[in-house]
Structure formats: structure tokens, C-alpha cells
């Protein structure tokens, strides 16, 4: 009979350690759940930082691409001014050759 009652403690209490053990998994399941549900929550948050980024870099690179052709546009402005300068001396030059032939002719 105490046998009996020792065996049925014992059972208790295997059962009881049972039941924590148990209690612990669904405690660890439960962490870790929370876990992946954070990760998955970071994971989306990188992933909108990084479309945040390469937007960035994006018009960076159209801005550059706008200065470097307002550069060009600069540039080829300066050159055509330039040349409308020159054109504008060379007719200067030619009214003025054909003034003196105009007085040349007139004597």
C-alpha cells in the first residue's frame, strides 16, 4: 500500500514536471512567434529603407544628369554667342571696307 501511495506521488509529480515542461514549450513557441513576427516587421522595414535609397539615388542621378546637360547647354550657348560675336566683327569689318569703297568711289 505505501508503495502504491509512493508510485502515485511520484506519478503526481512527473505529471506536474509534465505540465511545466509543457507550460515552457508553449512559453518558447509563443517567444518565439513574437520573434518572427519582429523580424518579419524589420524585414519590411529594410526593405521600405532600401526602395527609400535607391529612390534617393535616383534623382541624384536624373539632377546630375539635368546639370550635366545644362552644362552642355551652357556651353554650347557660350559657343554660339561667340561665334554670333565673330560673325558680327567680320560684318562690321565688311561694312566698314565697303564705306571707305563707297567714299573711294564718290571722290
Do not use: C, F, Y
Request: hydrophobic content about 30%.
Amino acid at each position: 500500500q505505501q508503495a502504491l501511495t509512493e508510485i502515485q506521488q511520484q506519478m503526481g509529480s512527473l505529471h506536474d514536471e509534465l505540465k511545466d515542461t509543457k507550460r515552457g514549450s508553449e512559453d518558447m513557441q509563443q517567444v518565439l512567434t513574437e520573434v518572427q513576427k519582429q523580424m518579419s516587421s524589420l524585414d519590411a522595414e529594410m526593405k521600405e529603407a532600401r526602395k527609400d535609397a535607391e529612390g534617393m539615388q535616383q534623382a541624384l542621378q536624373e539632377l546630375n544628369v539635368k546639370t550635366i546637360g545644362t552644362e552642355k547647354d551652357s556651353k554650347i550657348a557660350a559657343k554660339s554667342t561667340e561665334g554670333l560675336q565673330q560673325a558680327l566683327t567680320e560684318i562690321q569689318q565688311q561694312m566698314g571696307s565697303l564705306h571707305d569703297e563707297l567714299k573711294d568711289t564718290k571722290r
